[in-house]
């Protein structure tokens, strides 16, 4: 079957493979036929057993710098597959890639990996904010201006979605339907909900969102 690296670990040797029968199967390297660089979006070929991936060989090469050798550019490519299990890498992933993702699944780290690093940018912004405005008010009594809240404002804008898909993966995650991040936005009761959901553990092995993801401890 041929599908394509949606992610590995290669601190704890563990990633999955999106098939083109619309599965996700777990794999590790003792499943590879040859050594290959686990670049997300990597096409590759191999065959199924009950959610699990053997066999593994490249269908194609994933783009890689123009410069250096081959080598040298898959441990680039490993590297940076590695690197992606980072709290401000799940942080850029969520504004990114999986900003509209309603459908896979997000353990603990990365739900709060989000709301740490989007509160540690948004009292960034509104500190800059403050800074602007009492700059262009002279740090005296002139006129008060409130345009330098204007990137915070822009950034909560362009957070408002992935905040939302990330809580529904996280509610993935657990076994739950990702209607309930509906609980979040109500008022009084959102913080209290969303703190439980961050706190709940992972369900354990493949439920109907994926698998578990790669480094979930029990």
């Not at 509610?171 to 739950?176: P, T, V």
Request: net charge neutral; proline share 5%.
């Amino acid at each position: 079957m041929r599908g394509t690296v949606f992610h590995y670990d290669e601190d704890h040797d563990y990633g999955y493979i999106n098939g083109v029968d619309g599965k996700r199967y777990i794999f590790g390297r003792k499943d590879l036929t040859e050594d290959i660089p686990l670049a997300k979006g990597l096409l590759v070929q191999f065959t199924p057993d009950d959610g699990t991936a053997h066999d593994i060989v490249a269908a194609s090469r994933p783009s890689l710098p123009a410069n250096g050798s081959p080598e040298q550019r898959g441990h680039i490519a490993q590297r940076h597959s590695a690197s992606s299990m980072g709290l401000w890498a799940y942080f850029l992933r969520a504004l990114g890639d999986d900003y509209r993702n309603f459908t896979g699944r997000a353990r603990r780290k990365e739900f709060w990996a989000f709301y740490l690093w989007f509160y540690v940018v948004l009292v960034a912004l509104f500190g800059f904010g403050l800074l602007l405005n009492l700059a262009i008010s002279g740090f005296d009594d002139g006129p008060r201006t409130s345009i330098g809240y204007i990137p915070a404002l822009l950034f909560v804008l362009a957070a408002i979605l992935p905040s939302i898909a990330v809580v529904v993966r996280r509610l993935h995650d657990i076994g739950l339907t990702g209607w309930l991040a509906l609980l979040c936005y109500i008022p009084a009761f959102g913080a209290v909900a969303l703190l439980i959901f961050g706190l709940l553990p992972s369900q354990f092995g493949e439920n109907r969102w994926g698998p578990i993801q790669a480094g979930v401890r029990f």
